[in-house]
């Protein structure tokens, strides 16, 4: 008999290798991983899925877990994860403890387990054996699922489902557990947080830094006070002894729980050790084995990281020069390609179209991988800061220093609107407008050099969005340069309404927009890069067509200025050149800006009519 079920057994295991089961002091391990941020940052770090029903998972999960979806009674596939990538993928329900399921012989016509009872698969064993075929590594079960995590680690529920990067480089890790519920291994702010002490009941610390922390001072039975300093001519092994005997006398057996702190990234270090052995320590030297590696490293992490810079900017140009012939290949593909289709048969056509969309999408590719290679400044950019290199090399960096232009927009939008209602109403100065006006082409200039930059970095703006802050710059320029007279004080309440207004409706479009995308990227159906613009784009279709009214009376407001400046113009007292220089820019902002809107108005309502010709 014992004999059979091994067989059955060894016969199970190997139909389905890559199932395992996931002590929940695993789990807690992998979401706390971390080196300068949290490893939930990175996209194929961790898939955690949650296959309870949909209520549940609303009332409350496990972080960053997703929502496994079923139709027609079948599980689906997370659509925004590459599960072949992923490094842990885990998978849990509400209380599945066990694989026992897998004991079971297919080719067996009985469903009984012999003792009268079914052996029904659970809801994450069950999925879990759909995701092993698509996963290179082991798809873990979580022990115990959703019910025995909550209860033991509380703290790491919530229900927000929907993650921001800046949210997840916001995340602060909880030390790593090395003995379950006993002993953990931390960094010195951890050490220092008071919740974190409350949320893992904390009892005693054993401190090896120079500093003292806010817990426990005082207080020998509870704190054990190592200084060391940080540095390679630091030795730890002479305290070894006295560690040992200060955990030994607190009683592990007793459920007394300790946290190993240091100041300056001895616990940050042993937490990625742990990474590679995160679940295996069951013997009270181990802590101590992780805290010398950590004092002793510090040197040789530095010259491992100029050794990985070195080797980081050799892959870089690889990256370059090979993407730049794979570019030029495609070039000469497409130019054959568009001389052969005229004498193509009809067979080949639909060759021919697939191709071409082929090609459409790896110009796409190389577009993402080329956002994050140091590249050439184009000419705008090295006349105002010359060659540096204005790439950043990181999804978050770039991400923030996006968030961070918007900001500068809204920020200066709001100090526009205000100033030109003071120039308007409270102050008729020229001093104050030429501050004003002054303010407007620091504004507009700076504008232009942070969308290169974000150009650079991979933000797709559309072209006239970016030339037409160009041809702002140059009006504000020469609305400063103009003198006060006769034809000023004619055309300078109206440039001043005017610019109130514009300010207004770009506020109005910021709020929205900021809106419309922040849910949009949510959804997958924009880019990350993707900018707040200054007039109407298709993805605004849905939402803010309320926009619209707004931005065709601020155009025909530029064309009543041009026209206004060009009746100036002719005026037999008008002596000043900025008249005539001021309508051309106006003329040319509103013919830019009216027939972009236009465009994309008119598209979109013949691919709504397209598509419902369609249907």
């Known amino acids: ?251 592990l057996c007793q459920e007394v729980q300790k946290q190993h702190v240091s100041k300056s990234g001895i616990g940050e270090s042993a937490a990625g050790m742990g990474e590679d052995y995160p679940w295996r320590f069951h013997h009270k030297h181990h802590g101590s084995a992780l805290l010398i590696f950590a004092v002793a490293q510090r040197r040789e992490t530095h010259r491992l990281y100029r050794v990985k810079l070195e080797e980081l900017t050799k892959l870089q140009n690889n990256c370059t020069s090979s993407i730049t012939r794979q570019k030029k290949r495609l070039q000469e593909l497409a130019l054959a390609l568009k001389k052969c289709k005229p004498s193509l048969l009809a067979e080949a056509e639909g060759a021919a179209q697939d191709l071409e969309n082929q090609m459409k999408e790896r110009q796409g590719l190389f577009f993402d991988m080329e956002a994050y290679l140091p590249k050439k400044n184009g000419l705008y950019l090295s006349l105002v800061l010359g060659n540096v290199n204005v790439t950043l090399l990181s999804k978050q960096a770039k991400f923030a220093y996006k968030d961070e232009y918007e900001k500068f927009k809204l920020y200066l939008t709001i100090i526009l609107i205000l100033i030109s209602f003071t120039c308007r109403f409270l102050l008729n100065s020229r001093v104050t407008d030429a501050a004003f006006n002054f303010l407007l082409v620091w504004y507009y200039c700076t504008l232009t050099i942070r969308e290169s930059i974000l150009i650079n970095n991979g933000s797709r703006i559309k072209g006239w969005w970016v030339f037409h802050h160009y041809v702002s710059t140059f009006l504000s320029g020469v609305m400063l340069t103009w003198p006060d007279g006769l034809m000023y004080q004619k055309f300078r309440n109206q440039f001043l309404s005017f610019s109130m207004y514009q300010s207004f409706v770009q506020f109005l479009q910021y709020y929205y927009q900021s809106g419309c995308l922040y849910r949009l990227r949510a959804l997958g159906e924009r880019h990350t890069m993707d900018l707040t613009v200054e007039g109407f784009q298709s993805w605004m279709w849905r939402g803010l067509t309320f926009l619209l009214p707004f931005l065709f009376f601020g155009h025909f407001w530029q064309l009543f200025n041009a026209l206004t400046l060009f009746n100036l113009a002719r005026d037999p007292q008008c002596k000043e050149w900025q008249v005539l220089m001021c309508g051309f820019p106006f003329l040319l902002l509103f013919l830019g800006n009216f027939f972009t809107t236009l465009r994309v108005v008119h598209q979109k309502f013949h691919s709504q009519r397209h598509g419902s010709k369609k249907d």
Request: charged share 25%.
């Open 1 to 251: 008999m014992m004999l059979w079920r091994g067989c059955r057994e060894l016969k199970s295991l190997r139909r389905m290798p890559g199932l395992l089961l996931c002590e929940p002091t695993e789990l807690y391990n992998i979401l706390n991983q971390a080196t300068k941020l949290s490893r939930l940052t990175e996209p194929n770090y961790l898939c955690l899925l949650d296959v309870r029903s949909k209520w549940e998972y609303d009332e409350s999960h496990v972080i960053t877990a997703l929502l496994v979806k079923k139709k027609n009674s079948e599980y689906l596939l997370p659509e925004s994860v590459d599960l072949e990538c992923v490094k842990y993928c885990v998978v849990y329900d509400n209380n599945t403890s066990t694989l026992e399921i897998l004991l079971k012989d297919d080719d067996d016509d009985s469903d009984s387990n012999g003792d009268g009872k079914d052996l029904v698969p659970r809801a994450a064993i069950e999925y879990g054996r759909i995701l092993t075929r698509l996963t290179r590594h082991p798809v873990y079960i979580l022990k115990g699922g959703y019910e025995r995590f909550s209860g033991t680690y509380h703290f790491l529920r919530t229900q927000k489902i929907i993650w921001m990067p800046q949210e997840l480089d916001a995340f602060q890790p909880y030390p790593i557990e090395i003995m379950p519920g006993k002993v953990f291994i931390g960094n010195f702010s951890q050490a220092c947080d008071p919740k974190i002490q409350k949320d893992l009941k904390i009892k005693a610390h054993v401190n090896v830094s120079m500093d003292t922390g806010p817990f426990f001072a005082g207080d020998a039975d509870k704190l054990l006070h190592i200084r060391i300093e940080d540095s390679p001519e630091a030795q730890i092994l002479p305290f070894l002894r006295h560690m040992c005997h200060f955990i030994e006398v607190l009683g």
